[in-house]
C-alpha cells in the first residue's frame, strides 16, 4: 500500500513539475524562414501564387496522399491546407492537423530592387498541458530545415 501511494504521489508532484516548467514556455510558436532570389516578384508569384502551383518546389507534392482540390483547397498528407487570405504581397493558409491543432502559414513576397525576398513562417498556439508546451521546442528543428529546403528549391527554380 505504501509503494502505491508514494508511486501516486510521485506521478502527481511529476506532472505539476512538468506542468509548471511548460508555463515557462511561450504560448505562441514562431518559426520563420527567408531567402532572396535573384528575380522579379512576378516571377516568383508564379510558383507561389496557388496552392496548386507549390508542386514545382514544396517537398512531398508530387506524393499520392497530396489531393489539391482547388487552388485554395488541399490536403497534403495529415494536414488540410486552406488559403486564408492572398494578394500581390502576402499569402496566408490554415494548416489543420489530424489533431485539430491549427498552424498559420504566412509567406510574404518583398521586393528589395533586383532581389526579391520570399519570407515565409509558421505560427502555432499551444495549449497548457506538459506535453503540448514541452512538444513545441522541436518545432523549430522539424519545420525549420523543412522550410529552408522548399525556399533553396524555389529559389533555384525561380531563378533559371
Known amino acids: 500500500m505504501r509503494l502505491i501511494r508514494f508511486a501516486l504521489i510521485s506521478a502527481v ?28 516578384p512576378e516571377k516568383v508569384r508564379q510558383f ?44 496566408v493558409t490554415l494548416w489543420t492537423g489530424r489533431s485539430g491543432s491549427p498552424q498559420t502559414s504566412t509567406m510574404r513576397i518583398i521586393p528589395l530592387g533586383s532581389i526579391t525576398t520570399v519570407q515565409w513562417q509558421f505560427e502555432q498556439h499551444i495549449g497548457w498541458m506538459p506535453w503540448e508546451r514541452l512538444g513545441s521546442m522541436m518545432n523549430d528543428k522539424i519545420l525549420g530545415v523543412m522550410m529552408e529546403q522548399n525556399l533553396s528549391t524555389l529559389k533555384s527554380v525561380t531563378e533559371q
Open 48 to 91: 507561389t501564387h496557388g496552392i496548386d502551383r507549390w508542386k514545382t518546389w514544396v517537398a512531398g507534392m508530387g506524393d499520392t496522399s497530396v489531393h489539391i482540390y482547388t487552388a485554395a483547397d488541399a490536403q497534403i498528407g495529415n494536414n488540410r491546407v486552406t488559403m486564408q487570405t492572398q494578394n500581390d504581397s502576402t499569402y
Open 13 to 40: 508532484i511529476l506532472f505539476a513539475l512538468a506542468t509548471a516548467i511548460g508555463l515557462l514556455l511561450p504560448a505562441r510558436v514562431l518559426v520563420s524562414r527567408a531567402v532572396d532570389i535573384s528575380a522579379s
